[in-house]
């Protein structure tokens, strides 16, 4: 079954020290994979997919199928680094998104 | 920039109550969704859609239809209310996998 994993409900990190937030998934293809973000009263956006391979806001996520995640990295943490995070899974047969539970990313001042 | 926009940012109805919730879009996107957000859960699908009059349950189908009779709007529809679809509506729609989302339409039921 198509799943994904986030393991952890609630992240807290200084500012300035490094974020991973964690995602598994399990698919037995190839996955395309997606991180969206949600700020505090803002609407649920985007932030990067596993096919670009780019650096949205500091944020990179490597695919690794060995260990079946897609964990976003930021070598240092900003406060409007605050909100929370969902991973995200493409199913196989239309066009629809599996999601993780999300992950509340806080940063401390 | 892509817009969705749903038409109520809060909704409080009575149990029982007909309750439309209403989702545009403007950049003439096939797909369109409905999930339902709650803590702890994520993002759970109710339907989609991939065309005009098109429409597929999601996993969470029960207790809601939808209505897509023009392509830019996809209408989430409770046919009579319960306290237990108290939470955050999100519509959202895409040409391709990347979704777009409204700023969501907190129900509550009470």
């Known amino acids: 079954a198509q799943r994904v994993t986030q393991p952890e409900k609630l992240l807290s990190v200084f500012k300035g020290a490094p974020v991973e937030l964690k995602c598994n998934y399990s698919y037995s293809g190839s996955p395309e994979l997606f991180w969206y973000v949600q700020y505090s009263r803002q609407r649920l956006q985007l932030l990067l997919r596993?096919?670009?391979?780019?650096s949205i806001k500091g944020f990179t996520a490597d695919l690794n199928k060995g260990e079946t995640s897609f964990h976003l990295k930021k070598p240092f943490a900003q406060e409007e680094d605050s909100a929370m995070y969902y991973c995200a899974l493409k199913r196989d047969s239309n066009y629809q998104l599996i999601w993780g539970a999300g992950t509340k990313l806080i940063i401390k001042p | 920039d892509v817009k969705v926009t749903q038409s109520s940012r809060y909704l409080v109805k009575r149990t029982g109550e007909k309750v439309f919730l209403e989702c545009v879009q403007d950049?003439?996107?096939?797909?369109m969704f409905w999930y339902r957000q709650d803590p702890g859960l994520g993002l759970r699908l109710i339907y989609f859609s991939y065309d005009v009059k098109m429409k597929e349950k999601g996993d969470i189908p029960e207790g809601y239809s939808v209505s897509r009779e023009k392509k830019e709007r996809f209408s989430l529809i409770l046919e009579s209310a319960s306290t237990n679809q108290t939470s955050m509506y999100l519509c959202?729609?895409?040409?391709?996998?990347?979704?777009?989302f409204g700023q969501g339409t907190r129900l509550t039921v009470v």
């Open positions: 950049m003439d996107h096939e797909n």
């Open positions: 959202a729609s895409s040409l391709g996998v990347g979704a777009f």
């Open positions: 596993h096919i670009s391979r780019e």
